[in-house]
């Protein structure tokens, strides 16, 4: 039937037809629909100078033990690298996926994790801003990757977890468990 689920390459279930009737089968496609609005919102959030405080702040930790995050970086992508040779995977495709998610690590958690939450604690509870930050977090997969409700239920529960973890004030850690644990539930881009 035609408004039945369709399955692309990584498994991923997908509402159909869009508002253009693609689906999205090409890592082109997950770029510009996913990191593109990602980074145009972190931009976006440089603008504040209160933000901008927060964002340095948050990144005090790893600022002041360079070497610890040298090394989880460095334990990251030999992972990954061990994991893409294993999984026969190991090419040049897969290196610019790793380095997507990694870009989207990035952007997701400095705009959802910190600068979201951020200017909500103006008017919510820190609790109340997280949950409204990641329920905006969930809503933006559904709509950009088009993803179904389930899986951005998934994704709001792991958001949780990472604001959690946001409470030790530690951006770039949040930044490795996310792209970690992107990685893990989508190891290779769609083809």
């Known amino acids: 039937m035609k408004n039945e689920p369709t399955i692309n390459?990584?498994?991923?279930?997908?509402?159909?037809?869009?508002?253009?009737?693609?689906?999205?089968?090409?890592?082109?496609?997950?770029?510009?629909r996913h990191l593109v609005p990602a980074l145009f919102l972190s931009l976006l959030c440089l603008i504040?100078?209160?933000l901008r405080v927060l964002l340095v702040h948050?990144?005090?930790?790893a600022n002041s033990n360079p070497s610890i995050y040298l090394l989880g970086f460095s334990g990251l992508v030999l992972f990954f690298t061990v994991a893409a040779t294993l999984s026969k995977r190991l090419n040049l495709q897969q290196l610019?996926?790793?380095?997507?998610?990694?870009?989207?690590?990035?952007t997701e958690e400095w705009v959802y994790r910190l600068a979201v939450p951020g200017i909500l604690e103006n008017v919510f509870t820190p609790i109340t801003?997280?949950?409204i930050a990641n329920l905006v977090f969930a809503a933006v997969h559904y709509f950009t990757l088009r993803w179904r409700l389930i899986w951005c239920?998934?994704?709001f529960c792991g958001a949780m977890g990472l604001s959690r973890l946001m409470v030790r004030e530690d951006l770039m850690l949040v930044?490795?468990?996310h792209w970690l644990f992107t990685y893990l539930n989508t190891p290779k881009p769609p083809s």
């Open 175 to 177: 930044i490795y468990v």
């Open 9 to 32: 390459a990584q498994g991923r279930l997908q509402r159909t037809p869009d508002f253009t009737g693609e689906k999205i089968t090409q890592f082109k496609q997950v770029i510009i």
């Open 96 to 106: 610019y996926w790793v380095i997507y998610l990694f870009a989207i690590s990035v």
């Open 48 to 50: 504040s100078y209160d």
């Open 153 to 155: 239920i998934g994704v």
């Open 129 to 131: 801003a997280a949950v």
């Open 58 to 61: 948050n990144l005090e930790t």
